[in-house]
């Protein structure tokens, strides 16, 4: 799933691409992907695009909003006027604009494009925690200290903090040298300042690199991102750990895979 370094990624390029363009059309391929009436938006200009974790939203000229929500399998393509559109079956959602086109892909159905004003703007973005990038010491102590949950599922919990999933979880916890079992509440003060300073460090570096690529995930012009290339532990099963050289092993918590090193995380 794109996480907070994804869609940041995806932002930073269109900005310098549809700001004050016009969505001219819009064409659904997939009903279940398109939420809203299109004709709220046609003929409104793309003012500013804001992110909170994995949201992307286009501000309109109109008091109208875009959200984009890319789930498990989404894409969001960039083609201008002089390069040859590309649709496949995965195709949900096309976007007209002045002199370009917004393609969004989705093999698996799950993500969604939702029209909404400023003020449903507002309720859903109340939804979401804290975004990743704005935690500082004492709203991330708040949080880990009123549960019991295991690190690893309190920081891919979108209502405490928006933006951390699986990838840049079992990164984070890595750096910090955290067992992603550890039940939060148990975490020291030092322990978390460690973490902080890993969660930025970690989605920094990955917004660096453009994201991580072992998917379905490109950026815009279709190019992949390589922070896949940088891997810590993520996906580095029985692989040597970078620090001790012991075995990187995995579980599943939570349903996902989790990966960590025995020796340089223990529990």
């Not at 939420?35 to 938006?41: F, S």
């Not at 004492?138 to 891919?156: A, C, G």
Request: charge should be positive; aromatic fraction near 10%.
């Amino acid at each position: 799933m794109p996480e907070l370094p994804e869609i940041e990624t995806i932002k930073r390029y269109l900005e310098k691409e549809i700001i004050d363009q016009k969505i001219k059309n819009i064409e659904i391929f997939n009903k279940r992907s398109f939420k809203g009436n299109k004709k709220n938006i046609q003929g409104a200009k793309v003012i500013r695009l804001e992110r909170k974790g994995k949201v992307l939203v286009f501000v309109l000229s109109n008091g109208y909003n875009l959200m984009f929500h890319l789930k498990m399998t989404g894409q969001i393509l960039f083609f201008n006027f002089l390069k040859k559109l590309a649709i496949d079956k995965s195709t949900r959602v096309i976007f007209i604009l002045d002199n370009s086109y917004l393609v969004f892909n989705d093999i698996r159905k799950f993500g969604w494009v939702k029209v909404v004003d400023d003020k449903n703007l507002r309720e859903e973005i109340k939804r979401l925690g804290i975004d990743a990038l704005n935690l500082t010491f004492d709203n991330l102590k708040r949080i880990l200290n009123n549960t019991k949950r295991p690190i690893k599922l309190v920081l891919m919990d979108q209502a405490k903090i928006a933006g951390i999933g699986n990838i840049y979880a079992n990164e984070s916890l890595f750096l910090a040298k955290i067992n992603p079992q550890t039940p939060a509440n148990k975490i020291s003060e030092e322990k978390i300042k460690e973490l902080l300073k890993a969660i930025i460090k970690i989605l920094k570096k990955a917004i660096k690199y453009g994201g991580t690529s072992f998917s379905l995930y490109l950026k815009p012009d279709e190019s992949k991102g390589k922070y896949q290339e940088k891997f810590l532990v993520y996906k580095r099963e029985d692989k040597k750990c970078w620090r001790c050289h012991k075995n990187i092993k995995r579980i599943i918590l939570g349903g996902r895979s989790t990966f960590y090193c025995l020796n340089c995380q223990k529990l």
